[in-house]
């Protein structure tokens, strides 16, 4: 192989910037007062949620922004969005 061959693949028209904001994880939930929980006979009641990877602000959305430690980008698909509700109940 020749060397001006291998001198012409090592470029950097490829390399981007990845900044972005991203909300990753987010987790809210309330709790009854104690009157209303009383008058259902529970000692406590809480509802919540929790969502993982739930928005992302980047230049570039064919990708996952947060490169690995080597710094090459496979084109592989970004995190999933997930999203659980609950409810806690204490008697």
Do not use: C
Request: glycine share 6%.
């Amino acid at each position: 192989m020749n060397s001006y061959r291998m001198i012409a693949n090592n470029n950097s028209r490829r390399i981007h910037s990845t900044d972005h904001v991203r909300l990753k994880g987010v987790t809210a939930g309330i709790s009854l007062p104690r009157e209303w929980a009383n008058a259902i006979r529970v000692h406590q009641l809480r509802v919540y949620f929790t969502g993982h990877n739930l928005w992302t602000l980047a230049a570039h959305d064919d990708y996952d922004p947060e490169t690995p430690a080597d710094g090459r980008m496979w084109y592989n698909t970004p995190p999933l969005k997930s999203y659980s509700i609950g409810i806690n109940i204490n008697f």
